[in-house]
């Protein structure tokens, strides 16, 4: 009776450490899966602004604080993973961006570097569909870092990056504008004509019409510069584009020899502004070119007045 009590005894006891284990295995199981999910849960929550999801959305919103969340966002990324092709085309796109608003010039040249040298790398592991958007930024990258730094040598790399991105298949309205002053910056008169044009079935503005009549007058083609130059002239309300028109206008004539019209148009700028420095440089010329060479020295010095450092009439001060 002893012995078969402790045999039940046994098969109680090993049957309740089964049933523990058992229910120890499945507490082990859902806390672990629970921990997990939670995990994951906070992950999403607290850092998906890292995520490539939220790099679109907040880039699509278009404003600084968006492109500021994208920047913070793709730089975060890089920082795991310095090759995330992703996150270095954004971190370009974006500090481009921040660079165009920036006012501190300083700190504008430092964001277009940043995103020149993300974009560069972006190229290189990208996709197919993608790489002609990041040739196009990067061409609008160098077109700005042309504006704004002190040393103009990157205006051979916004016509690299824009045609390729053109000849990729990619369309923006401002391409043929950004190709027509580059090729104007490079000396490349046809070209920024036929690029100018192309800008001119976009959208027709003042300050285009001059730049084409600009290169036209670099190109020996005056009396096609003069149409663009009476265009400008009907629509423009910008004071100081029309004063440079009339100096233009004024220095195509003068070359033509009608020096009569060429000392209205000098005249018509000095009317409203006597410190005018291209109109007296203009009227220098003029007078230097009908033999008299005493007014036309004495309109290169008040151009010098006001203006110390005009390379043309400190030119013609040097020559006669």
Same mark, same amino acid.
């Given at each position: 009776? %002893?012995?078969?009590?402790?045999?039940?005894?046994?098969?109680?006891? /090993?049957?309740?450490?089964?049933?523990?284990?058992?229910?120890?295995?499945?507490?082990?199981?859902?806390? *672990?899966?629970?921990?997990?999910?939670?995990?994951?849960?906070?992950?999403?929550?607290?850092? %998906?602004?890292?995520?490539?999801?939220?790099?679109?959305?907040?880039?699509?919103?278009?404003?600084?604080?968006?492109?500021?969340?994208?920047?913070?966002?793709?730089?975060?990324?890089?920082?795991?993973?310095?090759?995330?092709?992703?996150?270095?085309?954004?971190?370009?796109? =974006?500090?481009?961006?921040?660079?165009?608003?920036? *006012?501190? @010039?300083?700190?504008?040249?430092?964001?277009?570097?940043?995103?020149?040298?993300?974009?560069?790398?972006?190229?290189?592991?990208?996709?197919?569909?993608?790489?002609?958007?990041?040739?196009?930024?990067?061409?609008?990258?160098?077109?700005?870092?042309?504006?704004?730094?002190?040393?103009?040598?990157?205006?051979?790399?916004?016509?690299? $990056?824009?045609?390729?991105?053109?000849?990729?298949?990619?369309? =923006?309205?401002?391409?043929?504008?950004?190709?027509?002053?580059? $090729?104007?910056?490079?000396?490349? *008169?046809?070209?920024?004509?036929?690029?100018?044009?192309?800008?001119?079935?976009?959208?027709?503005?003042?300050?285009?019409?001059?730049?084409?009549?600009?290169?036209?007058?670099?190109?020996?083609?005056?009396?096609?510069?003069?149409?663009?130059?009476?265009?400008?002239?009907?629509?423009?309300?910008?004071?100081?584009?029309?004063?440079?028109?009339?100096?233009?206008?004024?220095?195509?004539? *003068?070359?033509?020899?009608?020096?009569?019209?060429?000392?209205?148009?000098?005249?018509?700028?000095?009317?409203?502004?006597?410190?005018?420095?291209?109109?007296?440089?203009?009227?220098?010329?003029?007078?230097?070119? %009908?033999?008299?060479?005493?007014?036309? /020295?004495?309109?290169?010095?008040?151009?010098? %007045?006001?203006?110390? @450092?005009?390379?043309?009439?400190?030119?013609?001060?040097?020559?006669?």
């Amino acid at each position: 009776m %002893k012995a078969r009590y402790g045999l039940d005894l046994f098969y109680y006891k /090993r049957k309740t450490f089964v049933i523990k284990f058992i229910i120890a295995s499945f507490a082990i199981v859902f806390v *672990t899966l629970f921990s997990f999910i939670f995990i994951k849960f906070i992950g999403n929550k607290f850092f %998906k602004l890292d995520s490539v999801d939220s790099m679109y959305k907040n880039w699509s919103l278009h404003t600084e604080e968006g492109y500021k969340s994208v920047y913070n966002s793709a730089s975060r990324i890089l920082d795991e993973n310095p090759y995330h092709n992703a996150a270095l085309a954004f971190l370009g796109y =974006s500090s481009f961006m921040l660079a165009e608003s920036e *006012t501190d @010039n300083i700190k504008s040249q430092e964001l277009l570097d940043k995103s020149i040298f993300s974009l560069r790398k972006a190229m290189h592991g990208c996709k197919k569909d993608t790489l002609p958007q990041i040739q196009y930024m990067l061409g609008r990258a160098y077109f700005y870092k042309n504006k704004v730094s002190a040393y103009h040598y990157y205006a051979d790399l916004v016509v690299k $990056y824009l045609s390729l991105a053109v000849s990729n298949g990619y369309k =923006s309205a401002d391409i043929p504008l950004l190709l027509g002053l580059s $090729y104007a910056s490079l000396g490349e *008169t046809d070209e920024s004509i036929a690029a100018f044009t192309e800008a001119l079935l976009v959208r027709e503005t003042d300050t285009l019409l001059f730049n084409i009549a600009k290169q036209y007058c670099n190109n020996g083609q005056e009396s096609v510069a003069k149409q663009y130059l009476v265009r400008v002239m009907k629509i423009s309300q910008n004071e100081d584009l029309l004063d440079d028109s009339h100096i233009l206008l004024g220095q195509i004539y *003068t070359s033509e020899g009608n020096f009569s019209d060429a000392e209205k148009e000098f005249n018509s700028i000095l009317e409203k502004n006597q410190n005018s420095a291209d109109a007296h440089y203009g009227l220098g010329v003029l007078y230097e070119k %009908k033999g008299d060479n005493i007014k036309a /020295r004495s309109e290169w010095r008040k151009c010098l %007045k006001i203006q110390f @450092n005009h390379k043309g009439a400190l030119k013609k001060m040097s020559e006669l």
